[in-house]
């Protein structure tokens, strides 16, 4: 059992880290609240039935301990009002960084503005990469319900930049 929570580790803490970053925007918290996933998980590796689906029963565990510590701690993380600064790019010519690090910042604070299914839904997609079947698992909703709220939370974001953008060439002009 050891060995298996090893792995499991190796393999998920950086999907669970970074899915709690994204939601929190704190490293302490996304610490914290990794180590109490990464317990349940541990407590919980009797229950598993099939290994193929470990990172989406990771993240549903994760997703769950946010809900209660946002419900507990933080409501307003699961409304629309957090803004915090996220990671600048590297590897480019110094006005490309800060581009990038402006536009990722933009975009994040934007994220931030959709309520939690929605930004939870764009994280575990285009951030972590899962399939819709796994998100419908982890949200335990069908795997057509995942594509419309994909779908819905996307366009939200993207009305949300292009109005941000729109009010920045007003500033210009």
């Not at 994760?62 to 933080?74: D, G, I, M, W």
Request: proline content about 1%.
């Amino acid at each position: 059992m050891k060995t298996k929570f090893n792995n499991i580790y190796e393999n998920y803490q950086h999907a669970v880290y970074g899915y709690f970053f994204y939601m929190t925007h704190d490293e302490q918290t996304a610490q914290d609240l990794s180590q109490e996933t990464f317990l349940k998980i541990y407590l919980g590796l009797n229950k598993i039935k099939n290994d193929s689906n470990l990172k989406a029963w990771c993240m549903t565990i994760a997703r769950n301990t946010f809900l209660s510590y946002a419900r507990k701690k933080k409501p307003y993380l699961l409304g629309d009002e957090i803004i915090k600064e996220n990671m600048a790019a590297s590897g480019k010519s110094p006005e490309d960084v800060i581009l990038q690090s402006e536009k990722q910042k933009e975009i994040h604070r934007l994220l931030l503005k959709l309520k939690e299914c929605e930004r939870t839904v764009i994280i575990l997609r285009d951030y972590e990469g899962l399939s819709y079947e796994d998100i419908g698992g982890i949200m335990e909703l069908t795997e057509t319900v995942v594509k419309v709220r994909i779908y819905r939370a996307r366009n939200k974001l993207r009305k949300l930049y292009e109005a941000v953008s729109e009010n920045i060439k007003e500033i210009d002009a």
